[in-house]
C-alpha cells in the first residue's frame, strides 16, 4: 500500500500530483502541451506524442526530431510494446570503420559516422495511427508554436546547452543552428527555432512519410553524402518501428516489463529477479545493507547486458530467453556476497542524454514513452535549413570482433534508452522510467523497490538520493546521500565517487505515474530536471 506523507522525505518539498488525468515529463511546457490534448478530448497516447513531439522542441539537449524511441502502453485490455530505435546505414561495414578509423578503440561518438537511421518520427506517427483519437496534425500544434514563438529555456536545459556548446560547435550545422551570437542561450532567454518548425509543419502534413521516403529523407541524405556518410534514401525508406512483446522480471507480487534487445532494459528485469533471491525485503529503503545488495544485483545485471545485449537478430548465442532463465539468474543471485563489494564478470547463460515522460487518463490508458538523441544533443550534426538535429546511436555499436553488438549494416545498435513499466498481477501499478545513459536500468530497480516493496510514492521514490554503478567496485553516488550511509557503503568495499549538485544529470531524471487502488493517478516528477507531474 503505497503511503503519502505531507512532510517530506527527502527534503524536496514536492508533493506528488493527484489526478484522474495525469502527465509528466522534464519540462512543463510540454507537460502543458500533453494536458491540453486531454483537455481537447485526447487520450494518453495524444499526450504522451503532443509533450514527445514539444520536447524536441524546448529540450533539445536531450532528443530531437533525428532522436531514437520506444515505448509501452497500457490500452485497458494488454500491454503492447514499440521499438523505434533506427537501423544503422546498409554500408557500414566492419572493414569501412576499420578503414576509416584505424587503430581505433571505439565507435565514432560525433558526427555523421556516429549516426544511425531517426527512428522518433516513425514512432509517432505509428502509436498515433493505432491508438491516438485526435488527428495527427493536433499534436504538432504546441511544438510548432513555441518553436516559431520562441520559448524561454529553462535551467538544467540551459546548463546542458552550455556545456554541449565547447564540444558540438565544430561539428556540421550545429553552430549556425543552436549557437546564435556565438553562444549557448542562456536560461531566461528566448530560442526561437523555425527551421524545425517548418519541418514539424511537413512531418505532421505527411503523417511522417517526407521524413523517410520524401523531401525532408532526401536533404538529410543530402548532407550525408556532402560529409561522406553512408546513409542513403534506400536506408531511410526501409526503416519501420516494430510492436514487440515485452521482457518481463517479477519480484514477489509485482512483475517489471521492459522493451526487449537491443535496449538494456533486460538487465533491470535479471537485477530484480536475482533480488528475489536475497535477503532485501528484510531490510529499509536507505539501509545501506539494501543499497549493497541492490549495487551488487545492478552489477551482475549490467556485466551480462554489456557482452550479450544486441540487436536480436545478432542474438544467435544468447538470447533473451537464456538471460532470464530462472536457473541461470539464481545461480548469479548466488554470487552476491552480502558483506562484500565484488568486481564481477559477465556470466556464461547456456547458449541459446534523454526525456523520458509519462501519460495516463480517466479511461485508464497509461503511456510510457522515451526519447534520445542519446549523448545530449547526439551526433551535433543539424540538417541546413530543417532545425534536424541526429542523434549519436551509432556509438552504441563495439568494433570488437565476434562481438553480438559490432558493427554491421542495417542493424540496430545496443540502445541505453527503456520504458519501464509495472503489473500488479493482470492490472497496471506503474508507468515510468529514468533517463540518463547507464543509470536507467539501475535507476529503474531503485524506482521499483521503492515503490512496491517499500511502499514510497512516486515523488518520495524520485526525490531520493540515488546510487550508480561504475567500473569495478565504482560506486557513483549523491551528495545528498547521509554521512553514515557513505561510511557503511565503504565499509562494504564500494569505492565511493560523491558527485555535486550541479552533476545531477548523472543520476537520471524519473517521471512516474502510479495507479490509486480507488481510481485515478499518482504523478511524481524528477528534482533533478526542470519538469513536473500536471494533471486535472
Same mark, same amino acid.
Given at each position: ?11 524536496? /518539498? ?32 495524444? #499526450? ?13 539537449? !536531450?532528443? *530531437? ?15 503492447? *510494446?514499440?521499438?523505434?530505435?533506427? =537501423? ?20 565514432? &561518438? ?19 495511427? /493505432? ?6 496534425? #493536433? ?11 520562441? @520559448? ?6 540551459? #546548463?546542458?546547452?552550455? =556545456? ?21 542561450? /542562456? ?20 503523417? !511522417? ?20 556518410a553512408a546513409l542513403t534514401l534506400d536506408d531511410m525508406a526501409a526503416e519501420r518501428p516494430d510492436w514487440v512483446q515485452t521482457v518481463s522480471g517479477r519480484f514477489d507480487g509485482v512483475t517489471l516489463h521492459e522493451i526487449p534487445p537491443n535496449g538494456q532494459g533486460i ?14 525485503? &528484510? ?13 551488487? +544485483?545492478?552489477k551482475l545485471a549490467l556485466r551480462d547486458a554489456e557482452a550479450w545485449v544486441a540487436d536480436p537478430k545478432a542474438m544467435s548465442d544468447v538470447g533473451a530467453e537464456a538471460l532470464m532463465a530462472p536457473g541461470y539468474l ?14 564481477? $564478470?559477465?556470466? +556464461?547463460?547456456?547458449?541459446? $542524454? ?5 501519460? +495516463?487518463?480517466?479511461? $485508464? ?11 545530449? @544533443? ?29 558493427? *554491421? ?16 498481477? #493482470? ?33 518520495? +521514490? ?8 561504475? &567500473? ?65
Open positions: 500500500m503505497t503511503a503519502f506523507d505531507a512532510v517530506a522525505a527527502y527534503g524536496s /518539498r514536492r508533493s506528488p500530483v493527484l489526478a484522474d488525468n495525469v502527465v509528466a515529463t522534464s519540462q512543463p511546457l510540454a507537460a502543458e502541451a500533453g494536458v491540453r490534448m486531454l483537455h481537447r478530448g485526447g487520450n494518453a497516447v495524444d #499526450a504522451a506524442l503532443a509533450a514527445a513531439i514539444t520536447l524536441t522542441i524546448v529540450e533539445p539537449t !536531450g532528443n *530531437g526530431i533525428g532522436a531514437d524511441a520506444f515505448a509501452i502502453l497500457w490500452d485497458g485490455k494488454g500491454l503492447h *510494446g514499440l521499438n523505434a530505435s533506427g =537501423r544503422s546505414p546498409a554500408g557500414w561495414t566492419p572493414e569501412r570503420f576499420a578503414g576509416r578509423f584505424s587503430g581505433r578503440a571505439a565507435m565514432p &561518438e560525433r558526427g555523421w559516422d556516429s549516426v544511425t537511421v531517426p527512428g522518433a518520427v516513425g514512432a509517432w506517427s505509428a502509436l498515433s495511427e /493505432r491508438f491516438g483519437r485526435l488527428p495527427f496534425e #493536433a499534436l504538432f500544434e504546441p511544438a510548432v508554436t513555441l518553436a516559431e514563438r520562441g @520559448f524561454i529555456v529553462s535551467p538544467v536545459i540551459g #546548463a546542458l546547452w552550455a =556545456r554541449a556548446a565547447g564540444l558540438l560547435a565544430g561539428e556540421p550545422g550545429f553552430a549556425e543552428h543552436f549557437l546564435p551570437g556565438g553562444r549557448a542561450p /542562456r536560461a531566461g532567454e528566448r530560442f526561437v527555432n523555425l527551421p524545425a518548425a517548418a519541418s514539424l509543419r511537413e512531418i505532421a502534413e505527411t503523417k !511522417g512519410e517526407s521524413f523517410y521516403r520524401g523531401p525532408l529523407a532526401e536533404r538529410i541524405v543530402a548532407d550525408a553524402a556532402r560529409h561522406g538487465a533491470a528485469c535479471m537485477a530484480l529477479e536475482m533480488l528475489a533471491h536475497t535477503p532485501v525485503r &528484510e531490510l529499509g529503503p536507505d539501509d545501506p545493507r539494501a543499497m549493497h545488495i541492490m549495487i551488487e +544485483a545492478v539464481a545461480e548469479r543471485a548466488a554470487l552476491i556476497d552480502t558483506g562484500r563489494a565484488q568486481d564481477f $564478470g559477465a556470466g +556464461a547463460p547456456r547458449r541459446g $542524454g534523454t526525456v523520458y515522460l509519462t501519460a +495516463a487518463d480517466a479511461d $485508464g490508458m497509461m503511456v510510457s514513452f522515451i526519447q534520445s538523441n542519446y549523448a545530449g @544533443f547526439g551526433s551535433g550534426v543539424v540538417v541546413p535549413g530543417t532545425g534536424i538535429h541526429l542523434q549519436n546511436r551509432g556509438a552504441g555499436f563495439v568494433l570488437d570482433e565476434g562481438h553480438p553488438n559490432r558493427v *554491421g549494416p542495417s542493424k540496430r545498435p545496443f540502445h541505453t534508452i527503456i520504458p519501464g513499466f509495472l503489473m500488479e498481477g #493482470a492490472a497496471p501499478r506503474m508507468s515510468f522510467g529514468v533517463m540518463g545513459g547507464p543509470m536507467q536500468a539501475q535507476g529503474h530497480v531503485q524506482m521499483v523497490l521503492r515503490t512496491a516493496l517499500w511502499g514510497q510514492d512516486v515523488q518520495t +521514490a524520485a526525490d531520493a538520493p540515488r546510487w550508480r554503478v561504475t &567500473e569495478g567496485v565504482g560506486l557513483a553516488v549523491e551528495t545528498s546521500m547521509p554521512a553514515a550511509t557513505l561510511e557503511a557503503l565503504a565499509d562494504l568495499g564500494h569505492v565511493l565517487n560523491l558527485e555535486p549538485p550541479d552533476a545531477a544529470f548523472g543520476f537520471g531524471g524519473a517521471q512516474l505515474i502510479q495507479r490509486l487502488e480507488g481510481g485515478g493517478y499518482a504523478g511524481g516528477s524528477d528534482p533533478r530536471k526542470d519538469g513536473l507531474a500536471l494533471g486535472f
